[in-house]
């Protein structure tokens, strides 16, 4: 076992222990193509958290989710979340078409599904095989690796795949 793959093992550990999920970041990589390689299967206006954030999937992704529900075992999901732009009196600024206006990209989050990967949470955190990750607007992994948000947010949806977003997946073209 190569000393990076220890390393990760041990820091999950004592990230558990303190109640903390630090996700397996370093397993999960941010791809280079997917701007232009994946899908844009949907935009969604986040007007609480005053953010707007476009969802991409491959298009292998996105056959599955149709034929069957689940994702398969090499699935990589990106999320990029946008400031949106605030109004004077700092409410989101709107379009034409009722959708909030993007401001800067503030950051990039990947899941990723891989077979045996999540098996070291406990149940109340597991959120089946996948594991996340956080990138700077630069493409550069985040030094902030706390996923416990995301784990604790997803296991509400273990029936779809842990996945919020697999109706669209499901209907997008």
């Given at each position: 076992?190569?000393?990076?793959?220890?390393?990760?093992?041990?820091?999950v550990?004592?990230?558990?222990?303190?109640?903390?999920?630090?996700?397996?970041?370093?397993?999960?990589?941010?791809?280079?193509?997917?701007?232009?390689?994946y899908?844009?299967?949907?935009t969604?206006?986040?007007?609480?958290?005053?953010?707007?954030?476009d969802?991409?999937?491959?298009?292998?992704?996105?056959?599955?989710?149709?034929?069957?529900?689940?994702?398969?075992?090499?699935?990589?999901?990106?999320?990029?979340?946008?400031?949106?732009?605030?109004?004077?009196?700092?409410?989101?600024v709107?379009?034409?078409?009722?959708?909030?206006?993007?401001?800067?990209?503030?950051?990039?989050f990947?899941?990723?599904?891989?077979?045996?990967?999540?098996?070291?949470?406990?149940?109340?955190?597991?959120n089946?095989?996948?594991?996340?990750?956080?990138?700077?607007?630069?493409?550069t992994?985040?030094?902030?690796?706390?996923?416990?948000?995301?784990?604790?947010?997803?296991?509400?949806?273990?029936?779809?795949?842990?996945?919020?977003?697999?109706?669209?997946?499901?209907?997008a073209?």
């Amino acid at each position: 076992m190569d000393k990076r793959k220890i390393f990760a093992g041990a820091a999950v550990a004592v990230a558990l222990a303190s109640g903390l999920a630090f996700a397996n970041t370093d397993l999960v990589g941010l791809p280079a193509d997917y701007k232009t390689e994946y899908v844009r299967y949907a935009t969604v206006d986040r007007e609480d958290l005053k953010q707007v954030r476009d969802l991409y999937a491959s298009r292998a992704a996105l056959a599955a989710a149709q034929a069957t529900g689940v994702l398969p075992s090499g699935t990589t999901l990106v999320l990029e979340i946008y400031g949106a732009q605030l109004d004077a009196a700092q409410n989101p600024v709107k379009g034409a078409d009722g959708r909030m206006r993007k401001a800067a990209l503030a950051n990039v989050f990947i899941m990723e599904k891989r077979t045996g990967w999540g098996a070291q949470y406990p149940a109340d955190m597991r959120n089946g095989e996948w594991e996340y990750a956080r990138f700077t607007p630069a493409g550069t992994r985040h030094d902030d690796r706390n996923m416990t948000a995301c784990f604790q947010c997803h296991t509400r949806v273990a029936a779809s795949d842990y996945l919020f977003s697999l109706p669209a997946m499901r209907m997008a073209r």
